[in-house]
């Protein structure tokens, strides 16, 4: 039996013990004797007991069914124990019990085996009613416990849209273990007479207090205070559940609480229907989907089509004698709910007053914004979007020198004076990390002593980086407001959607900082702070205010952005993006241009299929985001400890850990590995909560330069071409592997299973392999693992793109649009003509944007001198795809006589 360290969270114990479970009892019927029948039977009464401890907090199979499953084995019915365990183990790994009653009992009308939950259609399991749990918290004997569950399944009605299950426990705390526990929890009802502890020991049970909070301090309440305290801290751990009190306090002393988001208040009473039909109604407010019910109610109408899509109803297919296949790919659906018409009960993007509009506002409520916008072309739309709606002719922003070139654009087309942040460079692996904060401080700080701080519009972060580096978003905005109390933040978090969903991962998320950071600086305790701070340091005194963790003043504006490639890791097809806001400042001053900047990017004919996708992904994260987050991290440190631990792979593989790719000054926990083979596995929730940087655990990248390939060569002719694994990042050493939301423990074994047959296979080859092969691989390696290329900085803006020496903003719109002219622009050379232009003390200029595929981040922009580090990285890239560059004329750069021309413009303009 595997050791509990070997589990990264209970789910997977739970899963696995039932594995075993059935295992061990199917050995037992097969060799009811011997030595073998006694190791089974202790083995047996071991994971009973292991699992005795987790069950209470799950309904399916029930405390009472697993009882009988004891008694079963205390009294040797093995036959019957090794068939109810075998129909439980199968009824959970396939969900069968979600859709129909399991009887574990031998009965003669019931097949022996369950029905195979994934043959069925996708349209038989859409007719089956969606089944979840009700979490019961109320200190009461199991007789009454029995009876409350009993009561509330009588309520049950035909006409209900949903069944649910109830299970009880005594106390907050296994209320709290149990929704971070049990992912089929979609509501709470927390009775009077629940206690405070827990009497559960079982340490990974115990852990997930820790995604509370230290700050949580449980044991100085009063019994009374426990219903209304657990109402709250469910709403901080599982906001997406619906929670109910039941209280015997007066209205008047209930009425000041926090209850958090806590959906009604029941008093002294024990109507069961009541509280059945608030509990169907409350997941019913989760499961609607405005738009996509719209849609498929206008795919049922009888329509005749005269407007401009001969797709429409699939007409221009049904009727075709040479595209019949298409019709046959895609099926009917697809095609009678594809339209251009914004009425008969649909609605508009550009405009939405019906569906899309309360659609975008369930999204708002999902995601933990003020305001949501779903957007059809992708992220990179979003990212302009807010830019332009945001960012004026003229204004300062501070940008990530690594983030993805849509926001460079949106620099251009905004015309911003662009400052650009370096990340913290990882050499070893030819990657970046992200901008330390003592960076942004510093260029803030820069701007402030050049009386260019007025000036200052915006901070622009990619949150979590394509390598899964994640900032500390809260302190970032704190520190940052303490300089400029109305910076507007604009967090990229392309990759980064799905964390909304993880109690862990939400606290970096930037609608969740904001929304904190809101409710922090109305506090009294804010306003002393920051009285405290202005009497300790001098407000001129940079060197101190960049020494110091510094608080916001309680009159700083909270404004902020988060752009999310839904698409990319929730469930959405593709292109299928959304844009949230909390800014406290978005009606009274951006709502117009904001308006403005999504007209000029959206276009006039969204693809329906796209928004309805979006609505749908909405309904599920807030149904089964908690459990599809959580299993994608189970999957993810999975293969970490797989690979990790395993001996031939360690000699040719190496998962990057945390010390490895975020340097020890910015680990304040000194958590170095999420993993040790030692050890086990780390909590993962100190560091998250007080690191300036964490690494997310989804994304492991693994360094393949002991194999003697690059990572582009081992992605695309060893991994696509021959096992037809699909990768997106590389870079010079290193490959990501990405979980997401769909990766199942399959998916993560045949990857461990390939990467075993890979290092079989070189290991085969050293050894068959001659004296001068073996030093040609052995030069490869050192090419590769020694021998790497120092990563830029970014250089700088020339003079002619720059108003001054003093700070280091350029204006990348007028080098952009200077290049549109070809008599300003030349092409020298990499190998030749650029060194020696360089040599010959000549400032080389770029006059485009140069963006590597991957990452896809410039490491050029329009304006930006070329130094020799960049020409060095450039000469050592080893991707396919460049954009901007030209091998076969070489780098496009400006003329020297088109720059001095642009020089004399701007002294004269200065002049006068």
């Known amino acids: 039996m595997k050791s509990m360290s070997d589990h990264y969270s209970a789910v997977q114990l739970r899963t696995d013990r039932w594995n075993a479970l059935q295992q061990a009892t199917a050995t037992l019927v097969r060799e009811p004797s011997g030595r073998p029948a006694i190791a089974s039977v202790k083995r047996i009464g071991e994971l009973f007991e292991a699992l005795e401890v987790i069950e209470p907090y799950w309904a399916f199979p029930g405390l009472a069914a697993f009882d009988a499953m004891r008694r079963q084995f205390e009294h040797k019915n093995y036959d019957d124990l090794n068939f109810s365990v075998r129909r439980a183990t199968r009824a959970l790994a396939s969900g069968a019990y979600r859709r129909r009653t399991i009887p574990l009992d031998r009965d003669d009308s019931e097949t022996e085996e369950n029905e195979d939950e994934a043959m069925l259609s996708p349209e038989a399991r859409a007719l089956s009613k969606p089944y979840f749990e009700v979490l019961i918290v109320d200190g009461v004997s199991d007789q009454q416990a029995r009876w409350m569950r009993s009561n509330m399944h009588d309520m049950r009605r035909t006409e209900d849209g949903f069944i649910y299950e109830a299970v009880v426990v005594p106390s907050l705390e296994d209320a709290l273990i149990g929704i971070l526990f049990n992912h089929n929890i979609q509501a709470v009802v927390v009775r009077p007479g629940l206690t405070l502890k827990s009497k559960n020991e079982l340490p990974i049970l115990k852990r997930y207090l820790n995604r509370v909070g230290d700050d949580e301090d449980v044991d100085a309440l009063k019994p009374e205070e426990y219903g209304p305290e657990l109402c709250r801290l469910i709403a901080k751990v599982r906001p997406e559940l619906d929670a109910y009190l039941i209280t015997d306090r007066s209205v008047e002393d209930i009425a000041g609480m926090d209850l958090g988001l806590c959906r009604r208040v029941f008093y002294n009473q024990e109507d069961f229907l009541e509280l059945h039909l608030n509990i169907l109604r409350g997941v019913q407010a989760r499961y609607k989907t405005p738009f996509f019910s719209a849609l498929k109610e206008y795919s049922k109408q009888p329509t005749g089509v005269f407007h401009a899509m001969p797709i429409s109803r699939g007409k221009s297919i049904s009727r075709s004698h040479w595209i019949q296949d298409m019709g046959a790919f895609y099926g009917p659906n697809i095609f009678l709910a594809e339209t251009s018409a914004t009425s008969g009960g649909l609605d508009s993007l550009l405009e939405p007053h019906g569906p899309i509009k309360e659609a975008q506002e369930l999204a708002s409520r999902a995601f933990g914004s003020r305001q949501t916008f779903f957007a059809t072309n992708g992220t990179s739309t979003c990212n302009k979007i807010v830019v332009q709606a945001l960012v004026r002719p003229g204004d300062i922003v501070l940008v990530d020198r690594d983030c993805h070139k849509s926001h460079h654009y949106g620099m251009v087309l905004s015309g911003a004076q662009v400052v650009y942040l370096d990340s913290y460079p990882l050499n070893e692996y030819s990657m970046y990390g992200a901008v330390p904060l003592r960076e942004i401080k510093h260029q803030l700080l820069a701007l402030k002593a050049a009386g260019k701080l007025h000036r200052v519009r915006m901070l622009l972060l990619t949150n979590c980086t394509f390598d899964g580096i994640v900032y500390n978003v809260e302190r970032i905005m704190e520190e940052c407001l303490a300089i400029k109390p109305d910076l507007v ?328 649009f200077l290049s549109y002219d070809e008599n300003n622009c030349d092409y020298l050379d990499l190998n030749g003509s650029v060194i020696d232009a360089i040599e010959s003390g000549r400032e080389v200029v770029s006059a485009s944007f140069i963006i590597p595929y991957p990452p896809g981040f410039p490491i050029l922009v329009p304006g930006q001198v070329v130094s020799r580090e960049i020409l060095a990285f450039m000469r050592a890239l080893d991707v396919s795809e460049i954009h901007g560059y030209r091998p076969d004329l070489g780098l496009r750069v400006f003329t020297e006589e088109a720059l001095q021309k642009l020089l004399k413009q701007n002294d004269k303009l200065a002049a006068e």
């Open 489 to 816: 933040f604009l967090w990229d978090e392309a990759w980064f959607a799905f964390a909304r969903f993880g109690p862990t991962y939400r606290q970096r998320t930037a609608m969740n900082a904001a929304a904190n950071l809101r409710a922090k600086l109305r506090t009294p305790a804010a306003a002393k702070a920051w009285e405290a701070q202005c009497e300790k340091i001098d407000a001129d005194d940079h060197e101190a205010l960049l020494n110091t963790r510094l608080v916001p003043p309680p009159h700083a504006r909270v404004r902020v952005y988060a752009t999310q490639s839904t698409h990319k890791t929730l469930t959405s097809l593709r292109q299928g993006s959304m844009i949230h806001v909390n800014d406290q400042d978005f009606k009274g001053e951006v709502e117009q241009s904001f308006h403005e900047a999504y007209m000029t990017h959206t276009s006039t004919s969204p693809n329906y299929q796209i928004i309805a996708s979006l609505d749908v992904g909405r309904r599920q994260v807030e149904l089964e985001g908690f459990e599809f987050v959580q299993r994608q991290v189970e999957a993810a440190m999975s293969m970490r400890r797989a690979i990790s631990t395993h001996p031939l792979l360690v000699k040719y593989f190496k998962v990057l850990t945390a010390g490895d790719m975020i340097p020890e000054s910015y680990r304040e926990s000194g958590v170095t590995s999420y993993y040790d083979p030692d050890q086990g596995w780390t909590d993962i929730w100190e560091c998250w909560a007080r690191d300036e940087f964490v690494l997310d655990a989804t994304r492991v990248t693994v360094a393949v330069g002991d194999t003697g390939w690059d990572g582009d060569t081992f992605k695309t002719q060893i991994l696509m071409d021959k096992y037809g694994i699909q990768i997106n990042k590389t870079s010079r050493n290193t490959v990501l592997f990405m979980t997401n939301i769909g990766t199942t423990r399959s998916s993560v074994a045949y990857l461990i299973e390939v990467l075993v047959e890979i290092a079989k296979e070189l290991d085969e080859l050293y050894d068959d392999a001659s004296r001068m092969e073996r030093l040609s691989f052995e030069r490869r390696v050192k090419n590769l693992m020694v021998d790497f290329p120092p990563l830029p900085d970014f250089s700088r803006f020339h003079p002619a793109f720059r108003a001054d020496d003093i700070t280091p903003e350029g204006d990348i719109r007028t080098a952009f």
